[in-house]
């Protein structure tokens, strides 16, 4: 099947980014904003889409193909025989028909429980319908998933295991095995997975997540741009997240809860974009307002728990919008 899309590696850059800052956030009117214009975000399945599909499985990845989004965002392991799998929370019982850890059971193991288990949908009458219990689907392995995956798609690898090496170890002989590398992109919330790929010099990665935390929080508190990413960085943070604001006491301190925080602003994509080619993907785009508010600050790519949903909406989009 022949893609029409185009790469993550071939998103905006950086004066298209001007652009849509201009347009968006200089004017007292709304104006069109066409795909002449620039591009609109591409659409990254979450999870392979947890929303369409039991995530992380191979059936949700071939959905994500089917429903055309631009790039595949998976969750990975280590199993007990240091087999790279996709699975994301701490305990099978969360997802699964199994008890235990992804870290007790071998890939063989793991193939055999159904990751759809807890996946449901709902009927006419609005009943819950689970429908993978009677059609198991297994975990996967990585090397299963990049298989099923066509070479011109990207994949995004969110490491979830500690300690980071094993698994670091463990993924990049995948990818040698795949001849992956070039349309692989790594991430992870805990900062020792880029040093624990540093070993590898073909690896690409996110940039820390802590690095971007501070970026966003600097250009929202202190409306400042001291310390822009470097040229070529990849970053990714939530579109919307619950922010806690901590002050510091002599005899203790204080704390404030944002419920709803939007730190991806029109002046913090600016900020980010300082050195050319600077990709930006927002995490938990799922609304059309989200999206639309997500293209009209400025960001490369949305994450997205549902592609069937999402894509129709960037389709939408690329015929022209109009940002306040």
């Given at each position: 099947?022949?893609?029409q899309?185009?790469?993550?590696q071939?998103?905006?850059?950086?004066?298209?980014a001007?652009?849509l800052?201009?347009?968006?956030?200089?004017?007292?009117?709304?104006?069109?904003?066409?795909?002449?214009?620039?591009?609109?975000p591409?659409?990254?399945?979450?999870?392979?889409?947890?929303?369409?599909?039991?995530?992380n499985?191979?059936?949700?990845?071939?959905?994500?193909?089917?429903?055309?989004?631009?790039?595949?965002?998976?969750?990975?392991?280590?199993?007990?025989?240091a087999?790279?799998?996709?699975?994301?929370?701490?305990?099978?019982?969360?997802?699964t028909?199994?008890?235990?850890?992804v870290?007790?059971?071998?890939?063989?193991?793991?193939?055999?429980?159904?990751?759809?288990?807890?996946?449901?949908?709902?009927?006419?009458?609005g009943q819950?319908?689970?429908?993978?219990?009677?059609?198991?689907?297994?975990?996967?392995?990585?090397?299963?998933a990049?298989?099923a995956?066509?070479?011109?798609?990207?994949?995004?690898?969110?490491?979830?295991a500690?300690?980071?090496?094993?698994?670091?170890?463990?993924?990049?002989?995948?990818?040698?095995?795949?001849?992956?590398?070039?349309?692989?992109?790594?991430y992870?919330?805990?900062?020792?997975?880029?040093?624990?790929f540093?070993?590898?010099?073909?690896?690409?990665?996110?940039?820390?997540?802590?690095?971007?935390?501070?970026?966003?929080?600097?250009v929202?508190?202190?409306?400042?741009?001291?310390?822009?990413?470097?040229?070529?960085?990849?970053?990714?943070?939530?579109?919307?997240?619950?922010?806690?604001?901590?002050?510091?006491?002599?005899?203790?301190?204080?704390?404030?809860?944002?419920?709803?925080?939007?730190?991806?602003?029109?002046?913090?994509?600016?900020?980010?974009?300082?050195?050319?080619?600077?990709?930006?993907?927002?995490?938990a785009?799922?609304?059309?307002?989200?999206?639309r508010?997500?293209?009209?600050?400025?960001?490369?790519?949305?994450?997205?728990?549902?592609?069937?949903?999402?894509?129709?909406?960037?389709?939408?989009?690329?015929?022209?919008?109009?940002?306040?």
């Amino acid at each position: 099947m022949t893609r029409q899309t185009t790469t993550l590696q071939a998103l905006l850059a950086a004066a298209g980014a001007a652009l849509l800052l201009n347009a968006c956030g200089g004017e007292s009117e709304a104006r069109t904003i066409t795909q002449t214009d620039l591009a609109v975000p591409q659409v990254i399945a979450h999870r392979g889409g947890t929303g369409d599909a039991p995530e992380n499985t191979l059936v949700a990845i071939r959905a994500a193909l089917a429903h055309r989004a631009d790039a595949i965002w998976l969750t990975v392991q280590l199993s007990s025989d240091a087999v790279p799998v996709l699975y994301r929370p701490a305990d099978l019982s969360s997802l699964t028909d199994a008890r235990g850890t992804v870290a007790s059971k071998t890939a063989a193991e793991l193939a055999r429980v159904n990751a759809g288990w807890q996946f449901k949908t709902q009927d006419a009458s609005g009943q819950a319908v689970y429908p993978y219990r009677s059609a198991p689907v297994g975990i996967p392995t990585l090397a299963e998933a990049l298989d099923a995956i066509p070479a011109d798609v990207p994949v995004i690898l969110d490491m979830k295991a500690l300690p980071a090496q094993p698994q670091a170890a463990a993924v990049a002989r995948v990818l040698d095995q795949a001849g992956a590398w070039e349309r692989v992109l790594l991430y992870s919330t805990d900062a020792s997975y880029q040093q624990a790929f540093s070993a590898w010099p073909r690896a690409r990665q996110f940039e820390s997540r802590d690095a971007t935390r501070g970026r966003l929080a600097e250009v929202a508190l202190a409306h400042r741009c001291e310390a822009p990413p470097p040229a070529q960085a990849w970053t990714g943070f939530e579109w919307r997240r619950q922010v806690d604001l901590v002050e510091q006491f002599t005899l203790g301190e204080a704390r404030s809860t944002v419920a709803d925080a939007q730190l991806w602003t029109a002046p913090a994509v600016q900020c980010f974009r300082t050195n050319p080619d600077v990709r930006i993907v927002a995490i938990a785009v799922n609304t059309e307002a989200d999206y639309r508010a997500a293209a009209c600050a400025g960001v490369d790519a949305v994450l997205a728990d549902s592609p069937k949903q999402m894509v129709p909406l960037r389709e939408a989009l690329r015929r022209g919008y109009t940002c306040p």
